[in-house]
């Protein structure tokens, strides 16, 4: 029952990464694919949660922890870039 | 494993599934940018706790060991959708949004994404 859920949350969450490419290739606004991306890295780091469920390690959850620092981080970056034209002022 | 903890755990996962694919299907669903802000930031948000609730219940009722890397980053999560979501409606408003769009602030400073910000004063 186990394996049955995990294919079709796996399932789900891949849908939902083609739905963010959608928006990302069709997006009339900037603010669009910047929301894009970072649900983007929200929907990989279930994905890698999901992997690590199915291979039984829990290897996976510093490498889903960075993912998740370093999206952050990028998102408000890019943010940042389109609102003042620069990173750090 | 017991039936009950199969059940529990498959519950938190298909839960999360469904919360992840409405959240992702709300970018494509929802017409203006404003409202496609709420589907990610919520419900996507809600997807991945669930499935860090079902991925920790997983390890503690099956592989019996406990591991707390899960919280934080459902903690790190939650902390940091509010602020990528503020971020990104501020360079929305900057770019198709004019200041006289929007009511006024009602107080002695104007909105911060056309205003610089306020002179520090020398008390302080």
Known sequence: MITAALTFATGCFGLGLLFNLWRIATGPDSADRILALDTMVINIIALLILYGMWQGTTVYYEASMLVAMVGFVSSVAYCRFVLRGDIIE | ?124
Do not use: C
């Not at chain 2, 499935?51 to 459902?74: A, D, Q």
């Open chain 2, 1 to 124: 494993m017991d039936l009950v903890s199969e059940f529990l755990i498959s519950f938190f996962l298909v839960v999360a599934g469904i919360f992840g694919l409405v959240g992702s299907f709300g970018m494509i669903k929802l017409r203006d940018t404003m409202q496609r802000l709420h589907a990610p930031t919520k419900a996507t948000t809600l997807g991945v706790g669930g499935v860090l609730i079902g991925s920790m219940l997983y390890f503690l009722l099956v592989k019996g060991m406990f591991s707390f890397h899960e919280l934080l980053i459902t903690l790190f999560l939650f902390l940091t959708a509010p602020i990528t979501a503020n971020f990104i409606a501020k360079t929305f408003m900057q770019a198709n949004l004019h200041q006289s769009d929007l009511p006024g602030t009602e107080s002695e400073y104007g909105w911060s994404i056309y205003q610089d910000p306020p002179e520090r004063s020398e008390e302080d």
